[in-house]
């Protein structure tokens, strides 16, 4: 039955509940439009173990990172879901069984409860809607109060004042042994790495933390030997510089550094796995490089 537009004083407009019935056609899943799938690490997982493939084999064929998250990628032509493949002569998803939530949760997406026209807007694109199983009100707000899937406030808010304490801490470590950490001069010397002869390595957190600061967009890819973010010899992201910046001085003692540098990586671990994300200490070109690129 088609969605009407009654009144309720208590409940929104579907109040008296809706019907829905997947039918695999794939439409949901298909272009021409751009979208997300976000997808949690444990579904990852799932979806790895499906499919018989290692976890990490799987994400570098099938995900990509947007800013604090992972989405399933898009064929780069169509824009269909990577999983959404011809079988039979029919596009099927061949991970249905082991969807991510957030496919499970189709329609019941807060733009398509948003009233009953866009309820009802929906049937264009999807032939199971307003047929099937009955949801009842109460089954519909579960799935709205469980959507793990939207970006959550903690974790947009919470991760970068974690590593903003991750180096608060470091800062006030190097403080107090002046006398190991060394004076830097702020030269910006060492941003050129081939010439120094110095690496930096930056962790997931921190990434995310100087995304979250100056924009996903924002991120620059590094094409040359220097830090593109030190521009005529001084650094334009001082204040969210990584914990290698704060850590390294050409005149500090190089075990303290080591110690203090081991003490933060441990940090960073945490972060990851109070907020489950995937972890990775990578130099800052790839770093850089690969997130820029997603």
Known sequence: MVASMFKDTKHPWYGEGLHFECVQCGRCCSGPAAGYIWVA???IQIIADFLKMDAGELRRKFFKRVGFRTSIIEQPVTRDCAFLQQIGGEKRCVIYHVRPKQCRDWPFWSDNLRNADAWNKATQRCCGINRGRFYSFDEIQRIQK??????DAEQKNGLPKRVAEVYEWLDLQIHRNSDLSGKCETCGRCCDFADFGHHLFVTTPELLYLAANLGDEKVRPMAGDRCPYNTDGRCTIYKYRFAGCRIF????DADFQSEISESAVKRFKSICEEFQIPYRYSDLP?????????
């Open 146 to 151: 469980s959507k793990k899937w939207q970006q």
């Open 249 to 252: 001085c050409c005149k500090g």
């Open 41 to 43: 690490r444990q579904e």
């Open 286 to 294: 790839s770093a850089l490089n690969t997130f820029a690129g997603d």
